[in-house]
Nanobody, 124 residues
Framework: VQLQAYGGGLVQPGDSLRLSCAASGETFRRYTVTWFRQAPGKEREFVATIRSNTNTIYAGSVKGRFTISRDNAKNTVYLQMNSLKPEDTAIYHC???????????????????WGQGTQVTVSS
């Protein structure tokens, strides 16, 4: 499966953005899709995941502000980001796996398929 992430930009604190991760492939609905982010000088960080059964998991730092969803008819996963903070500034990447187990979901090394990153900058 090939992934393409887009939707980033420069916004002010408190603003919203919606990222999209578009995928090719007829079996996309079977994949777990996860968003990671990486800020300059920091490790890649788990943000949110959505499984094939639509169950979701969020990092504590974004829970209540971010919402992950999927539209299998469009082969797309979305990350709605509200109440953005300067510390949300990072390059956001989407990743997919059809075989990942629950205990490995937050480990970026467990994913075989990656989209290119999209930059999100939150600054006044």
């Amino acid at each position: 499966v090939q992934l393409q992430a887009y939707g980033g930009g420069l916004v002010q604190p408190g603003d919203s953005l919606r990222l999209s991760c578009a995928a090719s492939g007829e079996t996309f609905r079977r994949y777990t899709v996860t968003w990671f982010r990486q800020a300059p000088g920091k490790e890649r960080e788990f943000v949110a995941t959505i499984r094939s059964n639509t169950n979701t998991i969020y990092a504590g730092s974004v829970k209540g502000r971010f919402t992950i969803s999927r539209d299998n008819a469009k082969n797309t996963v979305y990350l709605q980001m509200n109440s953005l903070k300067p510390e949300d500034t990072a390059i956001y990447h989407c990743a997919a796996s059809s075989t990942i187990i629950l205990s490995s979901i937050s480990n970026h090394q467990s994913y075989a398929y990656w989209g290119q990153g999209t930059q999100v900058t939150v600054s006044s």
